[in-house]
């Protein structure tokens, strides 16, 4: 089985940064993909940026894109999301997701674990 562990967030003002972070523990491999997805209240979880196995392809949400840092550290097992400009927009609880294939995409299924989820909230 495979942990994972989110950490970073918290309230912060409209403009403001916050850097999420993901450890992973368990059975986690440096050769998962890993994501970010984030889920507002009454809406669907959606995907927010992923990294592949080895750093070297990224993607993003376009609401994020220019805004939102999507990097790991394989020595560390950990995942981080730089977040700059942050918009009341960006509320949500973000989730950190491992995908045992290389690269996981924008589609939540093609990720096998979870986190419990961190609260972000951008409020004045």
């Known amino acids: 089985q495979v942990q994972l562990l989110e950490s970073g967030g918290g309230l912060v003002q409209p403009g403001g940064s916050l850097r999420l972070s993901c450890a992973a523990s368990g059975r986690a491999r440096s050769s998962f993909a890993m994501g970010w997805f984030r889920q507002a209240p009454g809406k669907e979880r959606e995907f927010v940026a992923t990294v592949n196995w080895g750093g070297g392809i990224l993607k993003y949400a376009d609401s994020v894109k220019g805004r939102f840092t999507i990097s790991r550290d394989n020595a560390k097992n950990s995942v981080y999301l730089q977040m700059n400009s942050l918009k009341p927009e960006d509320t949500a609880v973000y989730y950190c997701?491992?995908?045992?294939?290389?690269?996981?995409?924008?589609?939540?299924?093609?990720?096998?674990?979870w986190g419990q989820g961190t609260q972000v909230t951008v409020s004045s």
């Open positions: 997701a491992a995908g045992q294939s290389g690269y996981g995409g924008s589609s939540s299924g093609n990720y096998d674990y």
